[in-house]
């Protein structure tokens, strides 16, 4: 005599939607992260994209050592998950300078006024000062002190002298 069919039971798993991927461009090359969508965006830059001048510190957005540009605007990319980031352009240090790689008028003040200490904070200080010059091509002392990047090197007088020289080369025509 023929066996019924056994019974199946139904299914406990919950389909998902398909993962169609987050469009964005970093230093201005398009890229797809078809990954989990709460990454930060920190990891993804240091451990996909292999750009590891950001940096990770304090990890909760206090101390600035993580910060990019995104669409123009300083952010903590350690805050920051990847599902936010869809259509959106980030620039992080490596993409301060030209892509010949001529220095900005910034990173050359930086050298010549010798502003890094050990280096771990400069990354994001860089990116708060090429904000602060966008937004305060002649920044004042009240703009200077509200840049919000901490330097545990205190090598915040020389960053100082150097935002001031970049805006004095600025003033000057240079670039
Ligand atoms: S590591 Fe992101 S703000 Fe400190
Ligand atoms: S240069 Fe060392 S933490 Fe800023």
């Given at each position: 005599?023929?066996?019924?069919?056994?019974?199946?039971?139904?299914s406990?798993?919950?389909?998902?939607?398909?993962?169609?991927?987050i469009?964005?461009?970093?230093?201005?090359?398009?890229?797809?992260?078809?990954?989990?969508?709460?990454?930060?965006?920190?990891?993804?830059?240091?451990?996909?994209?292999?750009?590891?001048?950001?940096?990770y510190?304090?990890?909760?957005?206090?101390?600035?050592?993580?910060?990019?540009?995104v669409?123009?605007?300083?952010?903590?990319?350690?805050?920051?998950?990847?599902?936010?980031?869809?259509?959106?352009?980030?620039?992080?240090?490596e993409?301060?300078?030209?892509?010949?790689g001529?220095?900005?008028?910034?990173?050359?003040?930086?050298?010549?006024?010798?502003?890094?200490?050990?280096?771990?904070?400069?990354?994001?200080?860089?990116?708060?000062?090429?904000?602060?010059?966008?937004?305060?091509p002649?920044?004042?002392?009240?703009?200077?002190?509200?840049?919000?990047?901490?330097?545990?090197?205190?090598?915040?007088?020389?960053?100082?002298?150097?935002?001031?020289?970049?805006?004095?080369?600025?003033?000057?025509?240079?670039?």
């Amino acid at each position: 005599m023929a066996q019924p069919p056994p019974q199946v039971p139904p299914s406990t798993i919950t389909p998902q939607p398909k993962r169609t991927g987050i469009h964005l461009a970093v230093n201005g090359k398009p890229y797809l992260h078809a990954g989990d969508p709460e990454m930060p965006l920190l990891w993804w830059l240091r451990d996909y994209l292999q750009l590891t001048g950001t940096k990770y510190a304090c990890g909760i957005g206090a101390c600035g050592a993580c910060m990019v540009l995104v669409d123009g605007k300083p952010e903590h990319a350690c805050l920051l998950p990847m599902q936010a980031l869809a259509g959106r352009a980030v620039t992080t240090v490596e993409g301060l300078a030209a892509s010949d790689g001529t220095f900005s008028a910034l990173q050359d003040a930086w050298v010549s006024e010798d502003a890094i200490q050990c280096g771990y904070c400069q990354a994001g200080q860089l990116i708060a000062a090429h904000a602060l010059l966008r937004k305060h091509p002649q920044p004042g002392d009240a703009e200077l002190d509200a840049l919000p990047n901490l330097c545990r090197c205190g090598a915040y007088p020389r960053m100082r002298r150097a935002i001031q020289h970049a805006a004095a080369a600025r003033k000057d025509g240079k670039p």
